[in-house]
């Protein structure tokens, strides 16, 4: 779980792209200091919204609270869009998407 105060930002190295496929993360992988090779990271529609929110300016309970506005389906709790919001952003930690 993360800090209510900490603000997300994407990391300088990693583009996001429209394909065929949907919408995708492009990001560097290391090896002994220097950029070998990308992975992709697929993102559907909430985790594009959660992404483009990761600028930096957004608290995770902001980033949460926004996407929880914009549903539109009345019967998802508010907790199960923080629970969701969290665990992407771990992913995207993880990953080295987001700092």
Known sequence: MFTNTWKPIKCKLVKFRKTKLGNTVIFPRYAKKEIK??????????ESKVFF??????TVNELANNLFNEIEDENIPKEKVISETNNFLLELKKHGIIE
């Open 37 to 46: 090779y990308h992975s992709f990271f697929k993102l559907g529609n909430f």
């Open 53 to 58: 929110l990761c600028d930096g300016k957004h």
